[in-house]
């Protein structure tokens, strides 16, 4: 891994942080951190008292649950959040002098949104404990995350049929399918025929699809009623769902934070369209090294112009190095 401060030396002129969405998660993800860092442990208790109804089952099934109940998004998505949200939290107060920019990953949009300043944890924690009861009742599915090129893809799913839709692109030639519980053997079975390396996703829902779309409307009701506490951001933030910066008149309709429920992930196209030329450090502050690899794939990463950091992966000690990792990167852009 390269040194944050880039090549040289020098600071890059941009710090980019991201944060992950459903499929990044992992048993006892971010624990270790709860346990260790006060200011973590403190920002994620205000999540889960902001999400009221629910949260000491949301916090014990974290804590002590099994693991693959981290697939429900009923469960994953409120703790990729929290998560997200408390890392961010940190993050931003060891950074508060430097030039950082926001992405996120589907719910991790939404983290983004708080630590930017577009709404406040209390109204963040009751969007999630609403979206967290539509996708309990929404239609079961589940995600495949494939090696293969968009068109590509697109192709195959022309000849297959069925719910089998396009859910995202996360890189070049790495993208995700959504689809009904019903279909996801089929579609498993043909894209594989056709030589399509692919790979389940932790999901029991059909995310970035059309089956969520009356959960969606749903859910822009419910925020569409509290859209006054809607506001322009205070830090700059890159969309997945727009794939590009979020400007002022952008923030305010409900339909921007929860259509992205049942629409495709261009986050592919925010990172190409907004950090493919210049020097910019990443910084993946949830779970995971989804947007990490994502990342590792852009001209300036591979020509070493840019670096990424991956700072809560799995399998591997968090604390020593989530302090050593803030650390360096504060004293680079301090």
């Known amino acids: 891994m390269q040194s944050p401060a880039g090549v040289g030396g020098s600071a890059p002129r941009s710090l980019v942080l991201m944060l992950p969405g459903q499929g990044s998660q992992f048993a006892s993800m971010g624990v270790s951190l709860y346990e260790s860092d006060e200011r973590f442990k403190s920002a994620l208790d ?10 000491l089952r949301l916090r014990d ?70 979206r967290a009861q539509l996708l309990d009742a929404a239609p079961r599915g589940g995600m495949i995350a494939c090696r293969a090129a968009e068109e590509t893809l697109r192709q195959h799913l022309g000849v297959l049929g069925g719910s089998a839709v396009l859910a995202a692109e996360n890189a070049d030639n790495q993208c995700v399918v959504s689809c009904a519980e019903e279909d996801l053997p089929d579609t498993l079975r043909y894209l594989g025929s056709q030589r399509v390396t692919c790979m389940r996703v932790a999901a029991t829902e059909p995310f970035h699809s059309p089956l969520l779309r009356p959960a969606a409307r749903e859910f822009e009701e419910f ?54 030329s210049g020097s910019h450090t990443f910084v993946e502050i949830g779970p995971g090294t989804v947007l990490s690899m994502a990342a590792r794939r852009l001209p300036s990463v591979r020509a070493r112009l840019s670096t990424v950091i991956t700072t809560m992966p799995r399998h591997r000690p968090e604390p020593e190095q989530w302090r050593s990792l803030r650390r360096e990167v504060a004293e680079s852009f301090g």
């Not at 429900?72 to 408390?86: D, E, K, T, W």
């Not at 259509?259 to 925010?270: L, S």
Request: glycine letters at 10%; proline letters at 3%; aromatic letters at 10%.
């Open 223 to 276: 925020l569409s009623r509290r859209s006054h506490l809607l506001a322009p951001t205070g830090l700059p933030m890159v969309s997945a769902y727009s794939a590009r910066k979020i400007s002022d008149r952008e923030v305010t309709p409900a339909s921007f934070w929860t259509r992205q429920m049942a629409e495709k992930v261009e986050f592919w196209e925010a990172l190409r369209g907004n950090f493919d």
């Open 61 to 130: 099934e974290w804590l002590h649950g099994e693991s693959q109940n981290l697939g429900r998004g009923s469960i994953a998505q409120p703790l990729l959040f929290g998560i997200n949200y408390a890392a961010g939290v940190v993050w931003l107060e060891d950074l508060k002098n430097a030039d950082v920019t926001l992405i996120g990953h589907s719910v991790g949009e939404l983290a983004a949104a708080v630590l930017a300043g577009a709404f406040d944890l209390e109204l963040a924690g009751a969007l999630l404990n609403r």
């Open 46 to 55: 205000d999540f889960f008292d902001a999400f009221g109804t629910g949260a």
